[in-house]
Every structure is written in structure tokens, then in C-alpha cells.
């Protein structure tokens, strides 16, 4: 946690930002058809100055359109010039303006972990049945999974800009999941042309793979409650592949390319991609000369295929739980309306500048694999709880328990380890709605209970383990981030859990919740209404 009051508001300034860009759109595009009428009745002389002029204003007007795009592209729709009146427009000008296309293809959704700059990219593309692959720009989650056929009404700004937004997206055709609890997976080793040094060894991968106590195996046993585990499809253990040489350099990062080079190799070894639920292509580390990411994974696939440049286990780790449908866990900075710190409020953000520094809370959730995980922390309860194609799906139906403030009268409510299989309540969700980055989201608060495990070793005095933690996410049904929330938001130390004896109030929802007693089989909480 950093205290001390926020230099620059965020959210007011990207809210700002995205405004100012649209108050200048409307005139350009009024200043466009009104220049494009006067065109009709300009005299030779004149013409010719006049068309440059609209010309001007409409390339003015596109590179604007492309900037919104990059800030919110559901915005974008808002500005698109009806087919009819560019219709009565300048064929010159016609060919600089967007126009709203039809995408019909294979979803690929990736995101691309740079976990040094605390900050990811999320892609999506589009593949046709005649193999041409486009992308589409979106600044938000489309409800679809990797390789589910659907059909996008986008907007195409230019030849490299296609726009959408999540409701844009309608699925036709949903791609298979996977059923299996013992995940098979395929580890792929291979070594880029002009690679500097070499990828990890066989044995290497095996044990941070399959066979440490620490491995991604032990995790995801331990993590699923024993529900899920990891093996081969020709080794019981495990499949790994390699090490091979590839063809392919390092000077465009291509990893369809390196896939393409390095399945094929390893298909002359008895891999079959379809026999899997997921595919680990592991190379050596080219950070950040060719590659600007840790770790890159398809999101919500099958299989799932995972790119691994730093070789961690909590990198391998948290790219798998992408393949499985799980984003990332970040934490709100929330401010009130003089800046000062809270808890919660209209005006939580994910990025801040503070004393001239920027920062992203991003990856700050560091009780979560799937954000800045140290010892490879158990995923939330929200992430555990996903039920999007491949997520885990890991809770029964008495491990949740969900409210509505407006139908619920609260109560008592023991909590049990997080850590801990059984029939005890895991995951406590209360309705709420919250705003981030100016945006309203639809969502639940989410109280865990945690206790020290072999991937959670908390000290005793930890106040983690001697608190609640509380995170704002969307439904388990939902891809989203979860966003931790610090119950104590002026102080400097890892505290953010909500302790024995004390009580969070979200006066502006009517929401009381008080942690009465901790023990090291339960936490019992208080909600009321």
C-alpha cells in the first residue's frame, strides 16, 4: 500500500481524455458534411481547394477515430457516419472514412503477461475458414471463449483498425471444453535461429512441470482441492517434446510461427495437439530484446497453448490459468472526493500517477497467482469459482453463498479455509455493483478465509490469516479482473484483509460487514443490511 493523496485523479483524467476526443470527433464530422454540402455548390475556381480542405478534415477526423478506439472502443459506434450520408460525399473522401463490416471466423482471444512493467495486452483475432486471420480491437471482454465461431459487427477505420465491442460479439457456434480432471499437457522445448543461450533442460521442465513438490502439477492438485491434477497422453507423468531447433528467428516475436515449426517436430515424436488440453512452448529467455512479455496465453482455450519466456513455475502457472479462463487479480485504489485514501468508493481506479511516477495496479493483487503471486498463492475465490468454458469450476453448491441486499436479510456466516477442500463455505458473494475507471460493473463482493499451506505459507502473526480478504468481481460466469480491496488504506504494510473485531462499512450500498472471531478452521462474519 502507498499512502499519501493522489497527484493526478485517473479516472476523472481518462474519462476526460476519452470526452475530449469525442467533443472533437462531433464538429469535425458536422464540419465534414457541412463542407461536403458547400463542395456541391463551390464554382470551378474553388473546387479543388475546397476538396483538399475536406480531405484535411477527414483524415483530422480518422486519426482521431483511431485514437478513441484504442480508449474505449464501444465508443467508437457512437461516431460512425450513417451509409446515407456518405453517400453524399466526395468518392475521395468516402475511402477515408469507417465503415461498419461484418466478421464472421474463429475467435482468438490472448493476453501477453509483461509482469516487469506490471502491465498486459489483451488481442484478439479473427481466422476465416480460408486461413486469413484478422484483428479486432477491443478495450473490453467479449462473453466468448478461444475457438468458438462467431460473428462481430465491427467497424473498420482503416486497413489496420477494426473495432468492436463486447456486444458486438454473438457466438454461433461454441468450441468444445474440456471434461477432463487430470489435464493432459503437452511441453514443447525448442530454440529459436541466432538464439542467445538455450532453453531449459528436459529434466529441468520435468520438475518444475510435473514432478517438484513445488511444481505446476503440485499447485494445481493442492489449489483444485485434489479435483484437478496434470498428466501426459503417452507418459503418465507427463509429455515433453524437444528440445528442438526451429527454422524461425527471434526478430518478430512470431509465436504462431515458432508453434507451427515446433508442433510439426514434435509430431515426428508422437504429439498430436488435438490429444491435449494444453501445449507449453518453453524457449530461451529473450527478454525484452524480441519478446516484451514473461508469458503469452490463449484465454479460455482447448487446447490452450501457453508461450513461456521466463521460466518460473509461477509464470507457467498463471499463463495455464488463462488457458482456463481466468484473468487477472489487480486492487482498486479507491480515493474519496478530496483524494484521500479508501477503501471504496465511485472513484477506484486501476491506474494512478503519483509524485510524477505512473503506476497500474494491475497485477497488486499479491494473493493470487493471477496477480503479483509470491510462493504461487492459491487463486481467490472468485477465480476458483469460474465457470466460463475451462474454468476450474472447483466449488460445490455449498461452498458459496450469495446475497442481495435488496432480498437478503444477512446474518452470520462461517467462512472456511480457502486452501481446504470439504463442504464448508469458501466463498461469501454480496451483491454490488462498482464503478472502475468511470465504468460501471456489475458485481459481488467476495470474502475468502485463508490459512497458512504448503502455497499459501503465511506466517502465524500474518494479519492475512488472522482477517478476511474482501475482492469486488464480476459473476463467476463473467472473464474479468478481480480487484482486491484494502481494509486498512492508509498504512504501508502487506494488510489488506479485514481483521478479527473489525467492521467495513460501504455506507453508500447499506453494507455492514464484521469479521466477530478468527480461529485456524474458521473465520465467522457478520453481514447485515
Not at 482471444?109 to 498486459?120: I, L, M, N, Y
Request: charged share 20%.
Amino acid at each position: 500500500n502507498q499512502s499519501g493523496n493522489l497527484a493526478l485523479n485517473p479516472q476523472f483524467s481518462e474519462a476526460n481524455e476519452i470526452a475530449s476526443i469525442e467533443q472533437h470527433i462531433t464538429p469535425l464530422t458536422q464540419e465534414l458534411l457541412d463542407a461536403a454540402h458547400a463542395l456541391k455548390k463551390a464554382d470551378p475556381a474553388t473546387r479543388t481547394e475546397l476538396l483538399n480542405q475536406i480531405k484535411n478534415i477527414a483524415n483530422s477526423r480518422k486519426k482521431l477515430m483511431i485514437e478513441l478506439a484504442e480508449k474505449d472502443s464501444k465508443a467508437v459506434k457512437r461516431h460512425v457516419i450513417a451509409p446515407g450520408l456518405q453517400k453524399k460525399l466526395p468518392s475521395e473522401v468516402q475511402a477515408m472514412l469507417e465503415t461498419e463490416v461484418t466478421l464472421e471466423g474463429t475467435l482468438e482471444w490472448t493476453v501477453a503477461d509483461d509482469f516487469d512493467k506490471g502491465s498486459s495486452k489483451d488481442e484478439f483475432f479473427v481466422a476465416s475458414r480460408r486461413g486469413g486471420k484478422t484483428k479486432v480491437q477491443m478495450t473490453d471482454f467479449p462473453k466468448a471463449k478461444t475457438g468458438d465461431r462467431v460473428r462481430i459487427a465491427a467497424v473498420e477505420i482503416d486497413n489496420s483498425t477494426i473495432v468492436a465491442s463486447s456486444s458486438d460479439v454473438i457466438v454461433t457456434a461454441a468450441a468444445d471444453v474440456s471434461t477432463n480432471t487430470v489435464k493432459k499437457v503437452a511441453v514443447i522445448i525448442f530454440k529459436q535461429q541466432g538464439a542467445k543461450g538455450n532453453p531449459p533442460s528436459v529434466d529441468d521442465v520435468r520438475a518444475t512441470m510435473f514432478t517438484n513438490s513445488n511444481s505446476v502439477k503440485a499447485y494445481y492438485q493442492e489449489a483444485s482441492f485434489g479435483q484437478w491434477s496434470l498428466g501426459g497422453q503417452l507418459a503418465p507423468e507427463g509429455d515433453i517434446f524437444g528440445s528442438y531447433s526451429i527454422a524461425l528467428g527471434l526478430q518478430s516475436c512470431d509465436i504462431g510461427g515458432w508453434a507451427g515449426q515446433a508442433d510439426a517436430m514434435a509430431a515426428t515424436d508422437g504429439f498430436v495437439a488435438s490429444n491435449y488440453d494444453n501445449i507449453v512452448y518453453i524457449f530461451p529467455f529473450n527478454y525484452p530484446n524480441t519478446c516484451t512479455w514473461g508469458g503469452l496465453a490463449q484465454v479460455n482455450a482447448k487446447p490452450g497453448r501457453a508461450w513461456i519466456n521466463q521460466f518460473l513455475p509461477g509464470t507457467i502457472i498463471h499463463e495455464l490459468g488463462h488457458n482456463y479462463g481466468l484473468h487477472h487479480a489487480g486492487a482498486f485504489r479507491c480515493t474519496d472526493t478530496s483524494g484521500t485514501r479508501v477503501t471504496i468508493s465511485d472513484n477506484c481506479v486501476t491506474q494512478y500517477q503519483e509524485n510524477g511516477t505512473n503506476y497500474s495496479t494491475e497485477y497488486h493483487d499479491s494473493h493470487d497467482v493471477m496477480g503479483s503471486s509470491q510462493g504461487q498463492r492459491h487463486f481467490g475465490a472468485y477465480h476458483k469459482g469460474q465457470t466460463v468454458g475451462t474454468s476450474p469450476n472447483w466449488f460445490t453448491g455449498s461452498n458459496t453463498v450469495t446475497l442481495d441486499p435488496a432480498t437478503s436479510v444477512g446474518g452470520e456466516y462461517t467462512l472456511t479455509p480457502i486452501e481446504q477442500g470439504g463442504l464448508g463455505l469458501k466463498s461469501l458473494r454480496i451483491k454490488r455493483d462498482y464503478m472502475v475507471n468511470g465504468s460501471l460493473n456489475n458485481g459481488y463482493y467476495y470474502l475468502e478465509f485463508r490459512r497458512p499451506s504448503f502455497f499459501d505459507p503465511y506466517p502465524t502473526t500474518s494479519p492475512i490469516i488472522n482477517g478476511v480478504l474482501v475482492r469486488l468481481a464480476s459473476g463467476y460466469g463473467v472473464i474479468n479482473y478481480s480487484q482486491l480491496l484494502d481494509m486498512t488504506p492508509t498504512t504501508t504494510s502487506s494488510d489488506q484483509s479485514l481483521t478479527a473485531g473489525k467492521t467495513f462499512i460501504d455506507s453508500a450500498k447499506g453494507i455492514n460487514i464484521t469479521v466477530q472471531s478468527v480461529s485456524e478452521t474458521e473465520a465467522k462474519v457478520n453481514v447485515s443490511f
